[in-house]
């Protein structure tokens, strides 16, 4: 067996995650530390692309609105500090990274929920 499976094996954080994709609405909870003190801060948008399948370098990126401003973070899948994610909207996208999304503003930019 390659040294490196192993590594990542042993040292993995095992984060089980709802299944969500590209267009959807999801909350990452996410540890903050100041100082001594930790706390859990809540970050709410789109996912505008998930990259690196399933390795440990895995990441997807969330969009969000402030203010009038677009803001965008990017999560690795394997990180410590994410304490959960929850999906809040599937939404109905035709593309896996969904970068148009940057141009629109208003009710352009709005995504179609995915009713099952």
């Known amino acids: 067996m390659d040294l490196m499976k192993v590594v990542e094996k042993e040292f993995a954080v095992n984060n089980e995650f709802p299944k969500f994709k590209a267009g959807d609405t999801v909350t990452v909870h ?3 530390v100041e100082g001594n003190k930790e706390r859990i801060q809540q970050y709410r948008g ?3 692309q998930r990259s690196g399948g399933s390795s440990t370098t895995a990441t997807f990126t969330v969009r969000k ?3 009038n401003i677009g803001v965008e973070r990017i999560f690795p899948v394997q990180s410590p500090f994410i304490d959960k994610v929850e999906v809040n909207k599937y939404g109905k996208v035709r593309r896996a990274r969904i970068f148009y999304l940057r141009k629109l503003t208003g009710k352009k930019a709005r995504i179609r929920e995915k009713i099952f």
């Open 30 to 32: 996410y540890k903050i």
């Open 46 to 48: 789109v996912v505008i």
């Open 65 to 67: 609105m402030s203010g």
